[in-house]
């Protein structure tokens, strides 16, 4: 469910800049959803361990709209519990991938 809650969230904020009505209305659909969930959680049972997995990938000129690269990661707690996700268009276009990979590096400490 989380991975479905923040495909809709990035689809909806795609459309920051020009929403339309059914843009507005998926997004309040999403805040519906949260707020009728929000008495769950993540549950860590003592015994959990708390190493840190994390995981990073580029995709290089992706957007086939604007032929811009894609860089993202997933973080792991106690090896299968998601705690991070993050998923970012890059602002510049990379002309190789070995290019797409050092702005992908930059923009996660920027």
Do not use: N
């Not at 809709?8 to 707020?35: D, G, M």
């Not at 792991?76 to 510049?92: A, P, R, T």
């Amino acid at each position: 469910q989380v991975d479905q809650i923040l495909y809709a969230t990035c689809y909806c904020a795609r459309y920051q800049a020009k929403p339309t009505e059914k843009h507005l209305t998926a997004v309040k659909r999403i805040f519906r959803y949260l707020k009728d969930t929000i008495h769950m959680g993540l549950w860590y049972p003592k015994d959990t361990g708390f190493e840190l997995t994390a995981f990073s990938d580029s995709d290089h000129a992706g957007c086939l709209d604007l032929r811009k690269s894609t860089s993202g990661g997933i973080r792991f707690l106690g090896g299968d519990k998601l705690v991070s996700w993050l998923s970012k268009k890059q602002d510049c276009t990379s002309m190789s991938s070995a290019k797409a990979e050092f702005v992908s590096l930059s923009a996660c400490y920027a």
